[in-house]
């Protein structure tokens, strides 16, 4: 159970379950049988989608049972792949559905042939030299575009800089547009950690997704300016309080209802290989119990 309801608006449906991928990598049934059972466990609402890439649809109807009932947020190559989605409706009970597409950027005049063919909201991955450009692209089309940026890496030279952290944010913000994160978040505090699960793993810093998320709020509200986004991210220990009345840095605050519409206008989900390693950290954290 989650305890305070500025915790519950901050974690409802935040992890997307991607165990398919790196550097988790396990079997479909696999991973749809793990989703199954998180829906049955400690903190249900904390669960997401469940990420798969459109070329795999097929092979999930052949795993799915009855009584299955969750959204999934399918990866797409091109918009013609959007028939693979509308083939797998055709095939599955209305429980299950695609609900969300994810595609990379590549430029608004190739991403505007993305407009004719799809009624699902479609996140762009960008990379730091498009952040602008993809942010103006997406803000024109009120609220059916998002952004997604990729926060880890096999190795830690593939992680991104804070400071493209908090270019990111800064830019999702100013356009008022929706976004998700990838990889490299599966822990809710900040720190070193292994990138991988092989005994001699590289480490990495990795970002904590309480703190990413909740001081994301803070900054989406106003209520901390950039220079303040971007120190507390480096911080090891960012001092986040959440309660009743919400959350709380340093004596900025946003209201349980300012993190609800946050979530559903601003910072929505994160993509992760693990669904336990969150959830026992915020065990660990007595945000669940």
Known sequence: MIVHPAQHFLLQGLVDYAGLFPPATLELGQCLQAFRDYQQGPAPSLLGRFVCPAGRLDDVVGHLHSHDAFRISALLKAPEEVELVERFHQLVNPSVRVDTVETQWIGSSQSER???????SLYFEVTADHF???????AVQQGRLGLKFRTGALQPEGLPPLEQVDEFLRSAHQARVAYKFTAGLHHARPGEYPLT?????PLGRLLGFVPLFGLACLHWWDRIDDNTLLQALGCDQPSLQADQAGLHYQGASCSPAEIEEFRLKGGRSFGSCSFTEPLQDLIEMGWIC
């Open 132 to 138: 602008g450009e993809a942010a103006t692209f997406c």
């Open 197 to 201: 699960y092989a005994k001699d793993a």
């Open 114 to 120: 993305w407009l004719r063919r799809w009624n699902y």
